[in-house]
């Protein structure tokens, strides 16, 4: 399958809005509904031709409802195209891996300190050497926390819960850990605390106070001026990726001969929500996603006794605490009103952040006032953004925003462009000192070969899908 | 004929591999999967894992011998840096069944270079072809 030309995909683009456009279903034959781009013209125009091919395969899915998504960070990937978002009914719509990914809740979370860039700024190094020390990363690395296989099953039940051993957000109920494979558990259970490769980070970073956009908000979540905040991005590292190979493999087998589903990309393989094997998926999936929990959860231990160490205070003292924990490749049971009915939905986001608005009864009362925080993770040498949700995006993108800055160049383009260690040096002159476990990684990862992350975000406010509270800066980064 | 060649996309690895045989092309994928993780050469060929895999079709047997190699990174910490492949025909024609002896060492990165860690083959695009008497693998790795 060769990618189409662009210029002839943007004329069948109809504009809806601004920052809304519409691929309509005579585009592609088997399209249930319209594929719908949220961005500035400017944006979708840059978009790669596979994100049109991708977003109109999702339409093609059963019980798809309304359109299927792409939000402004959108580009080619797998399946999905990165930035999807699709929801299917519960009753008779389909469940696919290929639209969480086999990253399950990969995502973002963010720390808040009481230190300021004063504070950090003389230690800055020390911290971050420290940091690359005791958060293991890179290819195949393996964790601190040595656990046997059935311990590794509790984590995948109760997620974070099971690190911190109480009530706190970072379950996902109905995880079902006899669902998954033994392949899975010995790809993942070695793996807790670790980061992983490709975009995976952690950063300090600085609230400039001029990066300041709302701040009664702000300072609802604990932000203030000059703040030092910790950020970090991984998933489900080799367990959640084995449970979603052995789902596609499963999906595969059964889509076609027993529930005759034809999709046109072997990687949307699905099946029936409701089908034995549709749910099978769903609570390993879920497994998935309390792994990922829990990694965040010992990973954010580890920075609290880093800091602790360097700085000679408790973590209390320091201030440190969990603004929020947002999952970006997940599949939901949310509830939605379409054509005037409320109906259970199954939301597929790949690449794309839940943005509840304020007033959604699944928020607690810190985050109902001003919506849910969203997290986003732009390149390590850009900036990252936190966001708060909208109802408009309840109305509009099932609940959904962007979630990073968006790649615009491939990996071999990046490392053709930039060396690794020269754009170390480079970024150490910025003020931003950053260690990796492989410089040709590091290179991919260079802030040229991501979209530019405030039109992103500027663009996703303009939609109505999410609005910002602040901009951070990095100071210091550990590379995945 | 080049062993294998990566292509661009936007956020993973898309590689071609090709072989005169169905043995080659699949020793070709695997140094070309391996290779997108880690500097080939830092690889010390000291030890041997044997993999054995059946399937009904070519396409799957490759789908699961490569994703053996990413299975056996995280799950034994062994990586690859080459492998001896032979495949059969089943009798009758019903399928192949694969025998892989592949070399390499306990991973560890202070002695291995590496890149970017493997999460999964994917399927999308995914396919193996044969052109003019040579066989072509198209694969696309989630990173």
């Known amino acids: ?42 944006l979708v125009k840059e978009m790669d031709p596979g994100v ?55 995502g973002m979370r963010l720390v808040i ?89 952690l ?38 990726h084995q449970v979603a190979t052995d789902s596609l493999m499963k999906f ?81 049971l949310e509830e939605y009103t379409v054509d005037g009915k409320k109906k259970k939905l199954i939301v597929h986001r790949k690449g794309a952040t839940r943005s509840f608005g304020p007033g959604h009864s699944e928020l607690i009362p810190i985050y109902e006032k001003y919506g849910q925080p969203v997290i986003i993770g732009g390149s390590m040498e850009t900036g990252s953004y936190l966001l708060a949700g909208t109802k408009k995006a309840e109305e509009e993108t099932f609940g959904s925003t962007a979630h990073g800055s968006g790649r615009t160049m491939s990996r071999n383009q990046a490392k053709h462009q930039w060396r690794g260690e020269q754009l170390q040096r480079d970024m150490e002159k910025r003020g931003i000192y950053v260690r990796t476990t492989t410089f040709s990684g590091l290179a991919e990862e260079a802030g040229g070969a991501y979209k530019d992350v405030d039109a992103v975000i500027m663009a996703a406010e303009e939609a109505g899908i999410s609005r910002r509270v602040a901009k951070l800066v990095p100071m210091g980064n550990v590379k995945g | 004929m080049k062993p294998y060649t990566f292509l661009d996309h936007t956020a993973d690895v898309l590689f071609e591999a090709f072989g005169k045989t169905l043995d080659e092309l699949f020793q070709n994928a695997a140094k070309a999967l391996q290779e997108s993780q880690f500097y080939l050469k830092t690889i010390d060929p000291i030890k041997t894992k044997k993999i054995r895999l059946k399937n009904k079709s070519v396409e799957m047997l490759l789908f699961g011998f490569l994703q053996e190699l990413i299975f056996l990174k995280d799950a034994e910490q062994f990586v690859v840096r080459s492998c001896k492949v032979a495949i059969k025909e089943t009798k009758k024609g019903k399928g192949f069944s694969l025998t892989a002896s592949c070399l390499g060492d306990k991973l560890d990165l202070k002695k291995q270079s590496s890149k970017v860690d493997a999460k999964a083959i994917t399927f999308h695009q995914f396919s193996v072809t044969k052109e003019k008497g040579v066989w072509k693998a198209r694969v696309i790795v989630d990173i």
């Open chain 1, 52 to 106: 049109y091919d991708q977003v109109t395969n999702v339409a093609t899915l059963p019980g798809i409802q309304k359109y299927a998504l792409c939000m402004p960070d959108g580009h080619w990937g797998y399946g999905f195209p990165i930035g999807g978002v699709a929801a299917f009914d519960a009753e008779e719509g389909v469940i696919s891996p290929g639209g969480v990914g086999f990253d399950i809740n990969c």
């Open chain 1, 1 to 42: 399958m060769e990618q189409q030309q662009k210029p002839d995909l943007w004329k069948q683009l109809k504009k809806v809005s601004d920052t809304a456009w519409e691929i309509p279903q005579s585009f592609k034959q088997g399209m249930r509904v319209p594929a719908r781009i949220i961005g500035t013209e400017k």
């Open chain 1, 252 to 332: 595969l087998n059964v889509m076609e001969s027993k529930y005759q589903i034809k999709i046109l990309d072997r990687e949307l393989a699905c099946a029936p929500f409701q089908s034995p094997e549709g749910q099978e998926y769903f609570k390993a999936m879920k497994c998935g996603i309390n792994m990922s929990f829990a990694n965040r959860q010992v990973i954010l231990h580890r920075i609290r006794e880093v800091f602790s160490e360097i700085f000679k205070e408790t973590p209390e003292n320091l201030g440190i605490k969990q603004v929020y924990d947002v999952a970006h490749n997940t599949a939901k």
């Open chain 1, 113 to 201: 300190t009481n230190l300021t860039y004063k504070d950090v700024q003389p230690k800055i190094k020390q911290l971050v050497d420290t940091l690359f020390q005791r958060v293991p990363a890179g290819v195949g690395s393996t964790g601190f926390v040595k656990l046997t296989h059935s311990e590794f099953k509790d984590v995948i039940s109760q997620g974070a819960k099971w690190a911190v051993e109480k009530g706190e957000d970072g379950c996902i109920k109905d995880a079902d850990a006899s669902k998954v494979t033994d392949k899975a558990i010995k790809r993942g259970f070695n793996q807790i605390g670790t980061l992983g490769s490709g975009n995976h980070y």
């Open chain 1, 203 to 240: 950063e300090i970073q600085r609230v400039l106070p001029e990066n300041i956009i709302d701040e009664e908000t702000a300072k609802a979540w604990g932000i203030f001026p000059d703040q030092i905040v910790v950020m970090f991005h991984c998933g489900s590292r080799g367990f959640g």
